[in-house]
């Protein structure tokens, strides 16, 4: 588990931006360029301070709390695969259904922080899967900066799909997204398998 492209990959899938764009572009497709640069701003933000946050408390909750970090892995494990299954099993197409036209019944402040920063950005999967890594990160300065460098980039990535969602939805579509998004989702259960096969060898049931 403390290997990077594999820390990241995770982060990628969990709270990374191919579940945004479809979201964004509902939410905002015709909003003015302003509106959409604030509301990609703001709920960045917000879901960087609270995926820091997690990640800097999160050594003193597991220490706390006497949670081990396989039993997190596996925790990690069962709701990656839960999420993975159900976006597997859903087909139905991305629609344009404006919930909040701007300027009426939501402020760019307002929809930053939800839908889009929570839970679009930020995951309960995702949240455990930063608890699971910087639980096994324990002890060791370098994994915890570099888990937290991860997690900046991954908001980072967030901020440039936001910006540029009107470009994907007009050259690229929302149905080769939802495609690849069921490709990621297939990657996303093997991952899930992967954290709960290294919990189980952790506890030594397996070698």
Do not use: C
């Not at 003193?60 to 997190?72: E, G, P, Q």
């Not at 930020?122 to 608890?131: D, E, K, Q, S, W």
């Amino acid at each position: 588990m403390d290997n990077i492209p594999y820390i990241f990959t995770i982060f990628f899938l969990t709270l990374g931006p191919l579940k945004i764009i479809s979201v964004f572009d509902r939410l905002t497709h015709d909003a003015s360029s302003v509106y959409r640069l604030r509301a990609a701003g703001l709920s960045t933000l917000f879901s960087t301070i609270i995926v820091l946050m997690l990640a800097g408390v999160g050594r003193n909750i597991i220490t706390s709390w006497k949670v081990s970090s396989s039993a997190l892995a596996m925790t990690a494990g069962i709701l990656l695969l839960t999420s993975a299954l159900k976006l597997l099993s859903d087909f139905s197409l991305p629609g344009r259904i404006q919930e909040h036209p701007p300027g009426s019944a939501k402020d760019p402040l307002e929809l930053a922080i939800s839908p889009l920063a929570i839970p679009a950005i930020v995951t309960p999967y995702g949240l455990v899967a930063i608890l699971a890594f910087m639980g096994y990160a324990q002890g060791r300065l370098g994994l915890e900066l570099s888990i937290v460098a991860l997690l900046l980039l991954t908001m980072g990535l967030n901020l440039v799909a936001m910006l540029i969602t009107p470009l994907i939805v007009r050259w690229i579509g929302l149905i080769p997204l939802l495609i690849v998004g069921w490709v990621f989702a297939a990657l996303q259960a093997a991952l899930a398998l992967e954290f709960m096969i290294a919990a189980f060898r952790s506890l030594k049931v397996i070698t």
